[in-house]
């Protein structure tokens, strides 16, 4: 049967649909700036560095002192100490003048009237800033700007140090034009009073490469990162954190444009670095190691994949143990490898160890639960074809698990996109979060998939009865549930724009295309509601918006 077929050979494939996607439904942890003091003395720091594939990638550094202590994304806020403004600022045994600062016999600094004020404007534009008081935070931070103007002069390392606080800030707003000019500035500035090969250089030049990175402007982010790359190898040495830390964001860049070998040599370095520098189990290269697997699936390489994926999970179990839902996850990507390599036994076991994980962890109507149900059936539906059909009865009852596993996932994933009067009351008065949104985008995706799936597993029934009529009436049913749930839900505009949401649509399409075709008896009332020609002028129809949007196509 040709629907069985091409359906059971995309049930195969689809297992990389992204964990990611489906925890976005747990509460979000938003990361907060990392501030920098007026510290006298700042060290590159050795215990945080970049973090997962799109998330370390945009993270915030704040320099709140003078620009002498600009150390890139990679500076601790632990290691910023707060000292008594000594006259001179030393990285790493280099010491640098900084201006405006007069001193007295004892060696200690008397600030004037500007120094003061900036600092004041700094620290209570960074507080205004935690607290989401954007437009506060940014007269503020000109006032820092004025003051650090007035106090030490329009070039020096201060200014650029507070040109980049309002750049960030400017950067998180999207206002990237105005963004753009102080990044430049501050740039401009540090090489005017270090040289253009000093270490603070290639820190905001890592800066500016977020900048580019975070609008997608590669070409652009290349550039400076390869720039920055190279001062820090001179300075720093191709052994230290930091220096790491740009190789896997320039990595990233690769991997974005396409170059997967050259990204996985960045990467697998930075991580190498990492290693070898004993941080090899933190969090941070356990991120960078998803990406090396992500790099891996993407070129085919599953085997390599399996591997860093299997040594994620051990390091997650010895440090957080199953109570951890990023150990589950950890699994649940292994898992799904594991799937797509032919090894579900293994597959099926992580996954039911997955699901027990969630339900002591997680109520039962978390859409995390509902994602792990459909992985579940999914890799029962692809096991039962191994059976042999003489044990009908037990292929049966392995059916009639799965089943019942796809009709909970169904269950769930509907009751997150069929919101209470309460909630609809809330969300008018109040707007959806964005954790609220991500969970129904999620809901929608498995709630199509789901259905899918059961249109599949119904046909499985068929073909075990060995019919000779094609056509499965339950199969088609949960077909055009799979439409009917896609029209009813996607009038909402963060539903429609959902990554993935359109793609399901469209399979979901085609196999009722392919299930009507292959129906040699099927009567005009079977396909009265939407004839076979209606259904392929809107797969064309679909295309066309995926194809104009960018989006993949499955």
């Given at each position: 049967?040709?629907?069985?077929?091409?359906?059971?050979?995309?049930?195969?494939?689809?297992?990389?649909?992204?964990?990611?996607?489906?925890?976005?439904?747990?509460?979000?942890?938003?990361?907060?700036?990392?501030?920098?003091?007026?510290?006298?003395?700042?060290?590159?720091?050795?215990?945080?560095?970049?973090?997962?594939?799109?998330?370390?990638?945009?993270?915030?550094?704040?320099?709140?002192?003078?620009?002498?202590?600009?150390?890139?994304?990679?500076?601790?806020?632990?290691?910023?100490?707060?000292?008594?403004?000594?006259?001179?600022?030393?990285?790493?045994?280099?010491?640098?003048?900084?201006?405006?600062?007069?001193?007295?016999?004892?060696?200690?600094?008397?600030?004037?009237?500007?120094?003061?004020?900036?600092?004041?404007?700094?620290?209570?534009?960074?507080?205004?800033?935690?607290?989401?008081?954007?437009?506060?935070?940014?007269?503020?931070?000109?006032?820092?700007?004025?003051?650090?103007?007035?106090?030490?002069?329009?070039?020096?390392?201060?200014?650029?140090?507070?040109?980049?606080?309002?750049?960030?800030?400017?950067?998180?707003?999207?206002?990237?034009?105005?963004?753009?000019?102080?990044?430049?500035?501050?740039?401009?500035?540090?090489?005017?009073?270090?040289?253009?090969?000093?270490?603070?250089?290639?820190?905001?030049?890592?800066?500016?490469?977020?900048?580019?990175?975070?609008?997608?402007?590669?070409?652009?982010?290349?550039?400076?990162?390869?720039?920055?790359?190279?001062?820090?190898?001179?300075?720093?040495?191709?052994?230290?954190p930091d220096y790491a830390d740009t190789m896997y964001h320039l990595g990233t860049v690769l991997y974005l444009q396409g170059k997967y070998k050259d990204s996985e040599a960045l990467i697998r370095g930075s991580i190498?670095?990492?290693?070898?520098?004993?941080?090899?189990?933190?969090?941070?290269?356990?991120?960078?190691?998803?990406?090396?697997?992500?790099?891996?699936?993407?070129?085919?390489?599953?085997?390599?994949?399996?591997?860093?994926?299997?040594?994620?999970?051990?390091?997650?179990?010895?440090?957080?143990?199953?109570?951890s839902l990023e150990t589950v996850i950890a699994a649940e990507r292994l898992a799904l490898t594991l799937q797509s390599l032919g090894n579900l036994k293994e597959a099926q076991e992580l996954l039911e160890r997955c699901?027990?994980?969630?339900?002591?962890?997680l109520p039962e109507d978390h859409i995390q639960i509902a994602a792990n149900l459909l992985h579940l059936a999914r890799v029962k539906m692809l096991d039962s074809n191994k059976l042999k059909k003489s044990n009908a009865?037990?292929?049966?009852?392995?059916?009639?698990?799965?089943?019942?596993?796809?009709?909970?996932?169904?269950?769930?994933?509907?009751?997150?996109?069929?919101?209470?009067?309460?909630?609809?009351?809330?969300?008018?008065?109040?707007?959806?979060?964005?954790?609220?949104?991500?969970?129904?985008?999620?809901?929608?995706?498995?709630?199509?998939?789901?259905?899918?799936?059961?249109?599949?597993?119904?046909?499985?029934?068929?073909?075990?009865?060995?019919?000779?009529?094609?056509?499965?009436?339950?199969?088609?049913?949960?077909?055009?549930?799979?439409?009917?749930?896609?029209?009813?839900?996607?009038?909402?505009?963060?539903?429609?724009?959902?990554?993935?949401?359109?793609?399901?649509?469209?399979?979901?399409?085609?196999?009722?295309?392919?299930?009507?075709?292959?129906?040699?008896?099927?009567?005009?009332?079977?396909?009265?509601?939407?004839?076979?020609?209606?259904?392929?002028?809107?797969?064309?129809?679909?295309?066309?918006?995926?194809?104009?949007?960018?989006?993949?196509?499955?």
């Open positions: 049967m040709m629907f069985f077929r091409k359906a059971s050979a995309n049930l195969l494939g689809r297992f990389r649909f992204s964990p990611q996607s489906l925890t976005a439904a747990a509460p979000l942890q938003r990361r907060s700036p990392i501030l920098l003091s007026d510290a006298g003395q700042c060290r590159f720091s050795s215990q945080i560095g970049s973090g997962g594939y799109f998330s370390d990638s945009f993270r915030w550094i704040f320099l709140f002192g003078p620009a002498a202590a600009i150390l890139g994304v990679n500076v601790s806020p632990a290691l910023a100490e707060e000292v008594s403004t000594p006259a001179t600022t030393g990285i790493d045994g280099v010491d640098i003048e900084i201006s405006g600062l007069r001193k007295i016999e004892d060696g200690s600094v008397i600030s004037n009237i500007h120094t003061s004020k900036w600092r004041v404007f700094t620290d209570s534009g960074r507080d205004l800033f935690l607290q989401g008081k954007f437009e506060e935070a940014e007269k503020l931070f000109l006032s820092a700007l004025r003051e650090a103007k007035e106090g030490f002069g329009d070039r020096d390392p201060h200014v650029a140090s507070a040109y980049n606080n309002l750049a960030e800030l400017y950067r998180v707003k999207k206002a990237f034009n105005k963004a753009e000019p102080m990044y430049l500035e501050a740039i401009i500035i540090l090489e005017e009073s270090f040289g253009q090969e000093d270490v603070r250089v290639a820190a905001a030049l890592h800066n500016l490469g977020q900048f580019y990175l975070m609008q997608r402007k590669l070409e652009q982010a290349r550039g400076v990162y390869e720039r920055a790359l190279k001062i820090k190898r001179r300075f720093l040495g191709e052994a230290h190498q670095i990492l290693e070898d520098g004993g941080l090899g189990e933190s969090m941070i290269c356990i991120k960078r190691m998803r990406h090396l697997a992500e790099i891996y699936i993407k070129s085919d390489r599953i085997e390599e994949a399996e591997n860093v994926l299997r040594k994620i999970l051990h390091i997650m179990e010895l440090a957080k143990g199953w109570n699901l027990d994980a969630r339900r002591a962890l009865y037990q292929v049966r009852a392995e059916l009639d698990m799965t089943k019942d596993l796809l009709s909970k996932s169904i269950s769930v994933a509907r009751g997150h996109l069929v919101p209470s009067v309460k909630e609809k009351g809330n969300k008018q008065s109040y707007g959806e979060s964005m954790t609220t949104v991500r969970s129904r985008q999620s809901a929608l995706i498995i709630l199509l998939q789901s259905l899918d799936a059961l249109s599949l597993l119904e046909m499985k029934r068929l073909e075990l009865e060995e019919s000779e009529n094609p056509y499965n009436s339950e199969a088609e049913s949960a077909l055009r549930g799979c439409i009917s749930a896609y029209k009813e839900f996607v009038t909402e505009k963060s539903l429609s724009d959902a990554p993935g949401v359109k793609a399901e649509y469209l399979l979901c399409l085609k196999h009722l295309v392919d299930l009507l075709t292959d129906n040699k008896t099927s009567s005009k009332d079977r396909s009265s509601n939407a004839s076979l020609q209606e259904l392929k002028d809107e797969i064309k129809r679909v295309e066309g918006e995926i194809s104009k949007k960018g989006g993949r196509r499955s």
